[in-house]
């Protein structure tokens, strides 16, 4: 069964950066669009970034354009998301989802298979 264990959350200071990770397990992800989503307290989930299964990126939020980058290692069936410049809007459970091959859009329904998501909590 297809699954995904996102890691790599925790407590930073605005202008830090992180490293999400996003596990496959149980199957290979290599022929899966993968895309991360976050979701704030109070708001509704959003799509951020997306990798296709050929590694070409998707960006979904403009707020996080120039500062967060999506990329993928087939061999340890894990997709990352590295942040840079960090902002406390940027505090959220961050999610990882599946597609089929591309990223067909921004859409909830486009992806499944989510994580239980890793918290990220931008503040001093």
């Known amino acids: 069964q297809l699954q995904f264990v996102e890691s790599g959350g925790g407590l930073v200071q605005p202008g830090g950066s992180l490293r999400l990770s996003c596990a496959a397990s149980?199957?290979?992800?290599?022929?899966?669009?993968i895309a991360w989503f976050r979701q704030a307290p109070g708001k509704e989930r959003e799509a951020i970034l997306c990798?296709?299964?050929?590694?070409?990126?998707?960006n979904y939020a403009d707020s996080v354009k120039g500062r967060f980058t999506i990329s993928r290692d087939n061999g340890k069936n894990t997709v990352y998301l590295k942040m840079n410049n960090l902002k406390p809007e940027d505090t959220a459970v961050y999610y990882c989802?599946?597609?089929?091959?591309?990223?067909?859009?921004?859409?909830?329904?486009?992806?499944?298979?989510w994580g239980q998501g890793t918290q990220v909590t931008v503040s001093s």
């Open positions: 990798i296709s299964s050929s590694g070409a990126g998707t």
């Open positions: 149980g199957f290979s992800l290599r022929t899966y669009a």
């Open positions: 989802a599946a597609d089929r091959e591309r990223c067909r859009g921004s859409e909830d329904y486009w992806y499944t298979n």
